[in-house]
Every structure is written in structure tokens, then in C-alpha cells.
């Protein structure tokens, strides 16, 4: 498979993963199985593109409207106050531009909290459920094929979607050479690689059908030369103090995974626990400079 960014054929495997794994927790945690009857294929390979250096899964496997529809039923799908969107409001408000769209708008938690600076904003997402919400919101939002948009705009603004995408190459594409006006700018948030997400192991969430690429700071790098794009900016969101109690009780659980352990192992599990909550608030304090975030920010803008 060549990479889907930049078309080398020239790529690494860092992870293989089989497909009977992945069912088996999908059912466990979210209740239903995600992956078509059909599917043949018995593992997925994530690979790391040798030139462009962006990850991504080999087959990919990308979900549809209905699969998001299902999963956004979880109430912590759309988080109404992410960093990103304060660290995006805050460039929005610095920079002004007549108008801006978001691509992958969600329920409309960025486009609420930049209503007060009173821009031409719109949005557009593909899960209808979703839309409903931002129209009652009085949002202006729409279910509309973003390669059908054709004005322009001063910010275009990308939070958790490039991962999702099966065309992020023509995605990107379209966004700088036909949405985006000249001097605009481009604002792109993804899972950090090399942040909270690294330290997990196996994150469902972070792999197909719902992530099925990961974009580190040195594929932007690539991406702004690809695109012609000046990378003007870039943030790493710190570790949340609720991912850092996660990743402590993930060391103990790891630790405890057979169903047969001993009553002693199982005291001890519930002690180390007990431990964690006690004393994390102290040791996050030292501790969260050591890990990033679960997501990083590029800004970009168009020079010509």
C-alpha cells in the first residue's frame, strides 16, 4: 500500500494487530461489533511512510455516517471544552477573519464558543444527528459535501478529523488550493503521537474504523512543503490530570490481567489503587511535564 499523504511506496510496520482482537473489544467496551461480515482480511498492519513520516493503517478501514452516528450516542463523544478549541478561539480572536469554516463541526461545541466575537462562521459535518444539534443551536451548519463548497474563506479550522479521513490527501488538497483565501490560514488539530496516546498501548478509539492515521509534527513539516503552506505555529496540549490517573491505574491493571489471580494479587490491586488516588495529585504536579498531551495544533498560512 503506498502512503496516502504523499504516494511513496517506501514504508515501515510498527504494529500489527488482529482483527479478532479488535472485534472482541469493540463488543466489550461500546457494545457492537463495527467491522463489516465480509471483511477477510485477519490483521491490520499500522505502517510509518519512510518519507512523509505519517502512520496509517494497512488495510484502511474507515467508519460512515451510521458507524459515527452510533458511536457520538456515548456522552463523552463530544467534549464540550477541549483545549484546542480554547487555544483555536484564542487565534480567531487575534487574527479576526471575516469568515471561517470548520470541517467536522460535531455538535457545535468551537462555533458556541467563538459566536461572541460575532464572525460569519459556518460548519459542516456528516454525522445528521449532529447537524440537528447545531441547528438548534441556531448555528449555520450543514450536512453538505465540503468539495461542493464553492466561495472562499479567511480560516479554515480542522479539529479531529484528518485522522478519520479516507481522502485527507484531497482533503488538504481542496482546503488550501480552493477554500482557503489568499493570506488565510488553516488550523488543524490531531491526536499527538508521541503524547498520551503512545503510552497506552492499544487505543481503540486511535485505530480503524475510527482513526486510521496518525500525524506527527514532522508529517505537518512535510505537509506544509507538499501544500505550499507556511507552518507559522504550533502547540502540544499538556497531559489532562484525568488521562495522567489513567495512565497509573493502566500500569496496575497490566499488571493484573489473568482472570485467575490470587485473592492476594486482587488486595493488592485495590491497595495500589487506593495509592493512585491519594497521591496522584501530588505526583501529577512533577509528572506531567514528562508526557504530552493526548493532542497537538498546527497553524498554517496561505502566502500566495
Known amino acids: 500500500m503506498i502512503c496516502p499523504l504523499c504516494d511513496s511506496k517506501r514504508s515501515v510496520i510498527v504494529r500489527r494487530t488482529s482483527l479478532l482482537e479488535l472485534k472482541n473489544d469493540w463488543i466489550s467496551f461500546f457494545g457492537f461489533d463495527p ?11 499500522k505502517k510509518r511512510c519512510v518519507s512523509c513520516h505519517l502512520e496509517f493503517f494497512d488495510p484502511p478501514l474507515y467508519g460512515d455516517a451510521a458507524f459515527y452516528a452510533k458511536i457520538s450516542k456515548h456522552f463523552w463523544y463530544y467534549e464540550q471544552n477541549k483545549w484546542e478549541f480554547d487555544v483555536a478561539a484564542e487565534v480567531v480572536s487575534k487574527l479576526m477573519p471575516k469568515n471561517l469554516l470548520e470541517i467536522g463541526c460535531g455538535e457545535g461545541c468551537f462555533l458556541e464558543k467563538i459566536l461572541p466575537l460575532g464572525l460569519d462562521a459556518e460548519g ?19 450536512t453538505k ?9 479567511d480560516m479554515v479550522v480542522l479539529f479531529e478529523v484528518l485522522e478519520h479521513m479516507e481522502n485527507a490527501k484531497e482533503l488538504i488538497s481542496f482546503v488550501t488550493s480552493k477554500l482557503i483565501s489568499s493570506g488565510g490560514h488553516l488550523v488543524i ?18 485505530m480503524p474504523p475510527h482513526h486510521n492515521s496518525s500525524w506527527s509534527l514532522r508529517t505537518f513539516e512535510h505537509l506544509s512543503v507538499q501544500f505550499g503552506m507556511q507552518l507559522i505555529d504550533y502547540k502540544k496540549e499538556p497531559l489532562r490530570y484525568v488521562h495522567y490517573v489513567g495512565l497509573l491505574k493502566g500500569v496496575v491493571k497490566d499488571n493484573f490481567t489473568s482472570s485467575s489471580i490470587s485473592l492476594k494479587q486482587r488486595v493488592s490491586r485495590r491497595l495500589r489503587s487506593l495509592v493512585i488516588n491519594l497521591f496522584s495529585p501530588l505526583t501529577y504536579l512533577s509528572d506531567r511535564e514528562k508526557v504530552d498531551g493526548q493532542t497537538h495544533m498546527v497553524i498554517f498560512k496561505k502566502t500566495n
Open 124 to 142: 459542516v459535518d456528516i454525522n445528521k444527528d449532529a447537524i440537528e444539534t447545531c441547528k438548534d443551536k441556531g448555528l449555520n451548519v450543514d
Open 189 to 206: 488539530s490531531v491526536p499527538n503521537p508521541e503524547g498520551y496516546f503512545k503510552e497506552l498501548g492499544t487505543v481503540l478509539l486511535d
Open 145 to 153: 459535501n465540503v468539495f461542493n463548497i464553492t466561495k472562499t474563506y
Open 35 to 45: 467491522f463489516p461480515s465480509d471483511l477477510i482480511v485477519k490483521e491490520f498492519d
